[in-house]
């Protein structure tokens, strides 16, 4: 089983930036992608940013493109999303997100991950 935790969601208004963490009580260089996933209002879950077990391999959602940023330091069990230019379309609940091990690929798809942190709000004012 793995516990994550993510932090640094808040109100922010539109353009402003915010970085999310999440951090996994197992060690993630154990070899296993990981992603940040989001769920507005009204709306199914969908992949904001994926990345791979190392961290040299990254997919992003077309929408968040130039001004997200997803990466991972094993070191410290953690990944970031960095957000910049934030709109109030990004409004929505922000969901970390991590492969089997073994799976070190990245992944777009909800149901190639097994362990799901509880949420952090994001909101965005216009």
């Known amino acids: 089983q793995v516990q994550l935790v993510e932090s640094g969601g808040g109100l922010v208004q539109a353009g402003g930036s915010l970085r999310l963490s999440c951090v996994a009580s197992?060690?993630?260089?154990?070899?296993?992608?990981m992603g940040w996933f989001r769920q507005g209002p009204g709306k199914e879950r969908e992949v904001v940013a994926s990345i791979n077990a190392r961290g040299d391999s990254t997919i992003y959602v077309d929408s968040v493109k130039g001004r997200f940023t997803i990466s991972r330091d094993n070191s410290k069990n953690t990944v970031y999303l960095q957000m910049n230019g934030l709109k109030p379309e990004d409004t929505a609940v922000y969901y970390c997100a991590v492969r089997p091990t073994g799976y070190s690929n990245w992944s777009d798809r909800t149901t190639d991950y097994a362990y799901w942190g509880q949420g952090t709000q994001v909101t965005v004012s216009s």
């Open positions: 197992r060690r993630t260089g154990g070899g296993y992608g």
